[in-house]
Nanobody, 125 residues
Framework: QEQLVESGGGSVQAGGSLTLSCEAS????????MGWFRQAPGKEREGVAF???????KYAHSVEGRFTISKDNARNTLYLEMNSLKAEDTAMYYC???????????????????WGQGTQVTVSS
């Protein structure tokens, strides 16, 4: 059974850093595309960072240069390193995965089938 479990959220002051982790288990595809999404209160869920089968990455314009997505395939763990955090980064962050191996990950939310439970990130200004 496919499962994604996030960890690493918390509260931090503006300008600080956090690293989120997402441990994946039960997937049949060895290197499914994966991504991080976030949802702030009253707003739609949006894509933040995306990881393809062999390391291709893409970022939302709002986080480019501040966030880094990476994956440790040996540990089946996806990471999101977040630096220079801003108050507007406050949201529930979700890890998500597709079902196939793709070099270039899709950006559309509906392309992601499996979702974690989310981890809260709060940035105070």
């Amino acid at each position: 059974q496919e499962q994604l479990v996030e960890s690493g959220g918390g509260s931090v002051q503006a300008g600080g850093s956090l690293t989120l982790s997402c441990e994946a288990s039960g997937f049949s595809a060895n290197r499914p595309y994966m991504g991080w999404f976030r949802q702030a209160p009253g707003k739609e869920r949006e894509g933040v960072a995306f990881n393809g089968a062999y390391g291709y990455t893409k970022y939302a314009h709002s986080v480019e240069g501040r966030f880094t997505i990476s994956k440790d395939n040996a540990r089946n763990t996806l990471y999101l390193e977040m630096n220079s955090l801003k108050a507007e980064d406050t949201a529930m962050y979700y890890c998500a995965s597709g079902t196939k191996e793709k070099l270039i990950p899709p950006l559309e939310l509906n392309e992601y089938v499996y979702w974690g439970q989310g981890t809260q990130v709060t940035v105070s200004s």
